[in-house]
Structures are given as structure tokens and as C-alpha cells.
T-cell receptor, first 112, second 119 residues
Framework: EAQVTQNPRYLITVTGKKLTVTCSQN?????MSWYRQDPGLGLRQIYY???????DKGDVPEGYKVSRKEKRNFPLILESPSPNQTSLYFC???????????FGDGTRLSIL | AQSVSQHNHHVILSEAASLELGCNYS??????LFWYVQYPGQHLQLLLK??????LVKGIKGFEAEFIKSKFSFNLRKPSVQWSDTAEYFC?????????????????FGKGTHLIIQP
């Protein structure tokens, strides 16, 4: 089954404790992306990657890092999380930049 | 960078009513357009897309959308809604084509419309 898998689905943690949210897709997609969804703001893109070893900032990259060492994986790293990063995060992938995206089930992060 | 405006943040309708959700974007060149739906507690799913050709596109679950280039609009419609259509709906745009820099600006989402269908 074609899917985008995110882990964990839920996480409560404290300010400053580094965390990683993993994202993996099994569709051999070149394009992957991370979004955060906040009430009243819709989805905002954090980072995206057009292929292995190619990553670019989206609209709200501050406080986040990503890496794309393999085609299927695109982890999101919060080196020093802060409460304003409490949000619902979605990973997505697609065949290419302008193509429809397949979304993961989301990761709800709470930073205390 | 482009922006996407969805006019209605909340819409409440009765079953069998007709639906139209507005979406306008700001980019003046060629664009790819999408509508996504997010059912409660779920991830986003593609409803329909427009790349080129017939400006009236049909998607899943009886939804359709019309691209009007002169109005920079891509409104979503459904003739008769059902209770199961209760969800949040997002319009998304990406500049595409030779004048867009290869989509370097990425995909931009509107803020969403929360649709509630009353039985």
C-alpha cells in the first residue's frame, strides 16, 4: 500500500530537549516536504526536498532542520524545541514539485 | 511569493444543499491548482487538481472545480452535500511553467474552510 509514515504520532516534551520526527515514503517519490498546521493559519511549509541531498527552506524554517540522505526518508529535527513549535506536523511526498502530494497521518507535538 | 485566499472560514449547510467554496490566488503566471480535504482527525487527501486543459475539473466524491484565469479563481462546488462531507477544505497553488522558476516558490495553501453539514 502506498503511504507516507510519520513517527511518532503524538509527543509531549519539554523546552530544549532535541527531538526528531521521522517520515518515510514507499512510493519512490523524489519530492518530500514538511508542513505545520495551526488553527486559523492553514498549512505552512517548513522545508522541502526535491531529491536526495537537496533541501530548501519553506515559509517557516526557523527552529527546524531536515536531512535527505536517502530517497525514502525525510526526518524533521527540532534541535532546541520551544513552546511556539507546538503544532500539528505533516510530512508529504510527490513524484515532483508540481504534482499532487500524498500526506502522512500527522504528528501532534506539544512543547511544554 | 504567491498567496491563496479562501473567503469563507466556516460554512454551515444542511444536507442536500449546494456548495461553493471560493479560492483566489495572487500569482499572475501559469499555476497548478489543487483542492484537498481533511476529514476530522485525518490527513489531507487530494480532491481534485487542475494542470491545464478543460477549466472545469471533476474530482472524487462528486466535487468539481472551475478555473477562471481572468479572476484568478478556482472555486470548489458540489451540487448536493452529504453529512459525510463535513471536513476542512484547503485550496493550494503552485506556480508552474517556464515563467515560474520551476516552482521554486513551492506549494502555498489557503487557510482552509471548515465545512459543517447538518443532517
Amino acid at each position: 500500500e502506498a503511504q507516507v509514515t510519520q513517527n511518532p504520532r503524538y509527543l509531549i516534551t519539554v523546552t530544549g530537549k532535541k527531538l526528531t520526527v521521522t517520515c518515510s515514503q514507499n512510493m519512490n517519490h523524489e519530492y518530500m516536504s514538511w508542513y505545520r498546521q495551526d488553527p486559523g493559519l492553514g498549512l505552512r511549509q517548513i522545508y522541502y526536498s526535491m531529491n536526495v541531498e537537496v533541501t530548501d527552506k519553506g515559509d517557516v524554517p526557523e527552529g527546524y532542520k531536515v536531512s535527505r540522505k536517502e530517497k525514502r526518508n525525510f526526518p524533521l529535527i527540532l534541535e532546541s524545541p520551544s513552546p511556539n513549535q507546538t503544532s500539528l506536523y505533516f510530512c508529504a511526498s510527490s513524484l515532483g514539485l508540481g504534482q499532487p502530494q500524498h500526506f502522512g497521518d500527522g504528528t501532534r507535538l506539544s512543547i511544554l | 511569493a504567491q498567496s491563496v485566499s479562501q473567503h469563507n472560514h466556516h460554512v454551515i449547510l444542511s444536507e442536500a444543499a449546494s456548495l461553493e467554496l471560493g479560492c483566489n490566488y495572487s500569482y499572475g503566471g501559469t499555476v497548478n491548482l489543487f483542492w484537498y480535504v481533511q476529514y476530522p482527525g485525518q490527513h489531507l487527501q487530494l480532491l481534485l487538481k487542475y494542470f491545464s486543459g478543460d477549466p472545469l475539473v471533476k474530482g472524487i466524491k462528486g466535487f468539481e472545480a472551475e478555473f477562471i484565469k481572468s479572476k484568478f479563481s478556482f472555486n470548489l462546488r458540489k451540487p448536493s452535500v452529504q453529512w459525510s462531507d463535513t471536513a476542512e477544505y484547503f485550496c493550494a497553488v503552485i506556480p508552474w511553467g517556464p515563467d515560474s522558476g520551476g516552482g521554486a516558490d513551492g506549494l502555498t495553501f489557503g487557510k482552509g474552510t471548515h465545512l459543517i453539514i447538518q443532517p
